[in-house]
């Protein structure tokens, strides 16, 4: 079971990376869950200074971009060697 | 930074990457000839006519311009990957106030940011113990020496005008973050902005030159998809007065003698926002119909610089009279630079 973690405050950036998170964990059948972290204290605990941000099971993968589907399906496939 | 092997899709990428080049070049250089051939060989319309005039200079601009937007913004992208905020952040930690807020202001202009992240940062950078002072001149920076409007400023009216709004948005940030330093509105920033405590080590990503490339042309085709329109309505406006309004028709009301141009300028420009693009040449028509440069230029960092939008989104940390000196520090600011240009040129 993978946690992923969406950190920005409801910018245009941060839906469309929850809408690719979610589209890569449908087409690889995962079983995920995935948060919207949108209050600044919580995001700042991750350490990023620019919004989007991704996190696997508590690990930033990205920040400040819109990641492409493909990175982020090897994202989650480490995060799944690992786990 | 790894070297970049020679594998089947970085060669392919580097061949695109030349070919791109080549034919960016080949384009560049035919778009004059092929403007002047459309509207007086093909068209037939007279060289000294209103409308031919209008016209060659609509079809000569827009490619012009929309070439060099493509090509600067890449290669300024491809310089940008190797500046994140963190590493800013890094480059900031103890400088003291003063060369704090200029190297802030010169790490603003190479940093990428976005006003979407201004929080963000604003909170990682004073909790890291950059001062306030030193963290406003990047904020001030960043957005209004943005790449858009400098390449622009090149592309219409050469490397001194460009510069010349480099220096003043420089300078603006400077002083200005320099003066909200000096009045220690620190208790003004929202009180759970102090009481984060960001843990770990900050995100760095690692990054192969087939990556920069790649992030660089995504960055391309996200800017000019964005701001081509804008382009095309702001020459299209301004090859309008560059063929129909009489020379120094401006003159009496943006010209230097008009003392009140400026902050009228500033004043205007506040709720206009994120039309930077198709406001320089409009600019341009401007300046050349007699308004003087110095008020152009507060007129254009005011567009710019001074966004209610950004505004409503740095009201999440900041309290309302710090907001307000802000704002207001950087209208002064912006006001007396533009005053200076208008005296010294």
């Known amino acids: 079971m993978l946690t992923i973690k969406v950190l920005g405050s409801g910018c245009a950036n941060c839906k469309r990376v929850e809408q690719i998170a979610r589209k890569v964990i449908e087409e690889m059948a995962l079983e995920a869950e995935v948060i919207k972290v949108t209050e600044y204290p919580d995001i700042m605990k991750y350490n990023i200074m620019s919004t989007p941000g991704l996190v696997v099971n508590e690990k930033v993968v990205s920040s400040g971009r819109i990641p492409t589907p493909a990175e982020v399906t090897t994202w989650l496939t480490d995060a799944l060697e690992k786990a | ?345």
Not at chain 2, 101 to 126: D, K
Not at chain 2, 212 to 223: G, Q
């Open chain 2, 1 to 345: 930074m790894t070297v970049l092997p020679l594998t089947q899709p970085n060669k392919r990428l580097y061949i695109t990457l030349t070919i791109a080049i080549i034919a960016w070049f080949i384009a560049y250089n035919i778009v004059q000839p092929l403007a002047d051939w459309i509207s007086y060989s093909a068209l037939g319309l007279a060289r000294d006519s209103h409308l031919g005039e209008s016209l060659a200079f609509f079809l000569y601009d827009v490619p012009k311009i929309l070439l060099l937007l493509s090509g600067m913004v890449f290669l300024i992208s491809i310089v940008r990957t190797f500046f994140s905020p963190e590493r800013t952040r890094a480059l900031l930690g103890g400088k003291a106030e003063g060369v704090g807020n200029i190297f802030a202001a010169l790490l603003g202009i190479v940093t990428p940011f976005c006003s979407c992240s201004a929080v963000p940062l604003f909170i990682g950078f004073v909790e890291s113990g950059i001062p306030l002072g030193v963290t406003f001149s990047f904020l001030i920076a960043a957005p209004t020496i943005n790449e858009v409007a400098i390449i622009l400023l090149f592309g219409l009216f050469g490397w001194k005008v460009a510069a010349l709004y480099i220096v003043s948005g420089l300078t603006v940030a400077i002083v200005a973050g320099f003066i909200i330093g000096k009045l220690k509105m620190e208790h003004y920033v929202e009180d759970f902005v102090w009481q984060i405590k960001s843990g770990g080590q900050a995100f760095e990503e690692k990054m192969t030159w087939a990556d920069r490339i790649e992030r660089a042309w995504d960055s391309v085709k996200e800017i000019v998809g964005k701001v081509w329109l804008y382009v095309v309505i702001g020459i299209a406006v301004g090859a309008g007065i560059h063929g129909y309004v009489p020379e120094d028709a401006l003159a009496s009301v943006l010209g230097k003698q008009a003392w009140w141009s400026v902050p009228v300028a500033v004043l205007i420009g506040i709720p206009l926002y994120s039309n930077a693009a198709g406001i320089v040449p409009i600019v341009g028509a401007l300046i050349e119909k007699g308004a003087s440069v110095g008020t152009t230029l507060a007129f254009m960092m005011s567009v710019i610089g001074l966004s209610l939008p950004e505004a409503v989104i740095l009201k999440r940390v900041l309290k309302m009279p710090l907001l307000l000196t802000f704002f207001a520090v950087i209208a002064i600011a912006i006001m007396l630079t533009g005053y200076l240009f208008n005296w010294v040129l």
